[in-house]
């Protein structure tokens, strides 16, 4: 990857390869439950990024001149991002607030030892 936003946005992108198929099973599921009409529950999903450009791409649906060189098997997500009837939203997270950051670099040690609480739990 060339940039930090390409980089987050093919692991955005990853991530929804695996998303979207657990949530449609899941739909799946619930549907063929047979349930009242007033226990049926709605079922939608969040991703979270900390980077905004990969965000801003990611909802925008819109190449400009610096992204347009993105794969385009990176963008398979498109048609499921703000669409109603699938219920699947990309959102913008603070960095501090950002669980997988102790995976990718490195921290002082007061803000490791919270985003490892956060995580594990220890």
């Known amino acids: 990857c060339l940039a930090t936003a390409e980089a987050v946005y093919y692991s955005l992108s990853h991530c ?12 799946e599921l619930a549907n063929n439950l047979e349930l009242p009409i007033e226990l049926k529950a709605t079922i939608s999903s969040k991703a979270f990024g900390d980077n905004t450009a990969a965000i801003t791409l990611a909802n925008s649906h819109r190449l400009t001149s610096r992204t347009r060189y993105y794969h385009t098997a990176a963008h398979h997500f498109w ?44």
């Open 16 to 27: 929804l390869r695996h998303l979207i198929p657990i949530k449609r099973t899941i739909e």
């Open 79 to 122: 048609q499921y991002v703000n669409d109603p009837d699938f219920g699947l939203e990309i959102s913008h997270i603070d960095t501090k607030r950002m669980d997988a950051d102790f995976l990718t670099k490195s921290m002082p040690r007061d803000p490791f030892e919270a985003n490892r609480f956060r995580v594990q739990g220890w």
